[in-house]
């Protein structure tokens, strides 16, 4: 989800995916777009929603320096947050990048002791090696973008379950309303309404889970939801 409006109504949207959703996976920028925190956004859930709401905040790296993302989880933390997705994130229209990697930032976390389970992107586009390498960092969980359905994810599945950690695999509909947004987005990350059943069908024993997102359609993302619980 992405919020852009009153909070009354992002309590609204939020209480609908939930009917459809296990948790609620609040984006930070996403494209490089300024947007509201994703860590006050998914506090202010927290807070408003209680147990009813389990939600993951996002990160983005060249925003913030390694000091201000411990105060950023300390917040998360106390808010009830309790996982938390490092990125990078893509390059912010002004003013200049912040350095950490979201390793460096995952491993500074761990430093301070935090209630949070840590979570890192894996592109399947990169070598294996390079992937395998990241998840013996041992993050808590695993976000595939792409290619979501790579004859890998398999083996990765098998990899991470053996570590603990949980894979899942971001999902992103494309629909007439924002297919102009998503012009940039590699083919391999999206797809159409109406392949989101085979595609949820074709993951279920690889994954831990899906994440469905369709940025500025609800309504879309809605029926995405129903078609992947169809599917689950």
Same mark, same amino acid.
């Given at each position: 989800?992405?919020?852009? *409006? ?5 309590? /609204? ?21 300024? =947007? ?6 998914? *506090? +202010? +859930? ?7 709401? /389990? ?17 950023? =989880? ?6 009830? &947050?309790?996982? +938390? ?19 460096? %930032? ?11 389970? +840590?979570?890192?992107?894996? *592109? ?6 390079? &992937? ?10 695993? %976000? &595939? ?23 899942? %695999? ?36 690889? &994954? ?5 997102? *369709?940025?500025? /359609? ?15």
């Amino acid at each position: 989800m992405t919020p852009r *409006s009153s909070l009354e109504k992002l309590l /609204d949207v939020s209480r609908r995916l939930l009917r459809l959703a296990d948790s609620l996976d609040v984006p930070d920028a996403p494209l490089g777009i300024p =947007a509201p925190s994703s860590a006050m956004i998914a *506090s +202010l +859930l927290k807070s408003r929603l209680g147990d009813e709401a /389990d939600v993951i905040a996002h990160l983005r790296t060249l925003d913030v320096s390694e000091m201000g993302a411990v105060n950023i =989880a300390m917040g998360l933390s106390l808010a009830g &947050v309790r996982r +938390l997705l490092l990125l990078r994130g893509d390059p912010p229209p002004f003013g200049s990048p912040c350095g950490p990697s979201p390793e460096d %930032v995952a491993s500074r976390l761990r430093s301070v002791g935090l209630d949070l389970r +840590l979570g890192h992107l894996l *592109s399947l586009a990169k070598p294996m090696s390079e &992937v395998m390498k990241r998840v013996g960092l041992g993050a808590d969980f695993y %976000v &595939v973008t792409r290619p979501w359905n790579s004859p890998s994810l398999g083996s990765l599945h098998r990899e991470t379950s053996a570590r603990g950690s949980k894979l899942y %695999v971001y999902l992103v509909v494309i629909s007439e309303r924002n297919k102009g947004l998503l012009s940039d987005i590699p083919k391999e990350e999206v797809v159409a309404p109406n392949e989101v059943f085979d595609a949820v069908s074709s993951l279920r024993g690889n &994954v831990d889970g899906v994440i469905v997102s *369709s940025p500025r /359609d609800l309504e879309a993302q809605v029926r995405a939801l129903e078609e992947a619980r169809r599917a689950a």
